[in-house]
Nanobody, 119 residues
Framework: QVQLVESGGGLVQAGGSLTLSCAAS????????MGWYRQAPGKQRDLVAA???????NYSDSVKGRFSISRDNAKSTLYLQMNSLKPEDTAVYFC?????????????WGQGTQVTVSS
C-alpha cells in the first residue's frame, strides 16, 4: 500500500505563492505517475498537473505558466509550486499516486490540503 500526506496549504493573497508537498510512504517503489488535483466547493475534482516517474509533465490550461510540478523520487515526495495565485485557485488540493503491483493498477489519494486565495 501507499500512503500520501499533503502539506503546505494555507491562506494567501492574490498574486502570492505557495508550495505544496506530498510525502509518500509504504510501497513507494511501486509508484509510477503522480499528480495534483483540486476540488472547489460544489465542483468536481479536476487535474491540475501530473508528472511521470521519468519527469514528463502536463498541466491544465488554467495553471500553465503559473504552477510547476516536480518530484524527488529519492525522497518519495511530490511538489507543486504555485505562483501568481488567483482567487479562482481556491480549492482543496489532493495528491494522487498511481502504482502497479502484481499486474494490478492502483490509485492512491491523500487527504487534501486547503488553499485559499483572497482577492
Amino acid at each position: 500500500q501507499v500512503q500520501l500526506v499533503e502539506s503546505g496549504g494555507g491562506l494567501v493573497q492574490a498574486g502570492g505563492s505557495l508550495t505544496l508537498s506530498c510525502a509518500a510512504s509504504g510501497s513507494t517503489f511501486s509508484i509510477n505517475g503522480m499528480g495534483w488535483y483540486r476540488q472547489a466547493p460544489g465542483k468536481q475534482r479536476d487535474l491540475v498537473a501530473a508528472i511521470s516517474r521519468a519527469g514528463g509533465t502536463n498541466y491544465s490550461d488554467s495553471v500553465k505558466g503559473r504552477f510547476s510540478i516536480s518530484r524527488d523520487n529519492a525522497k518519495s515526495t511530490l511538489y507543486l509550486q504555485m505562483n501568481s495565485l488567483k482567487p479562482e485557485d481556491t480549492a482543496v488540493y489532493f495528491c494522487k499516486a498511481d502504482s502497479e503491483r502484481w499486474g494490478i493498477a492502483f490509485a492512491h489519494w491523500g487527504q487534501g490540503t486547503q488553499v485559499t486565495v483572497s482577492s
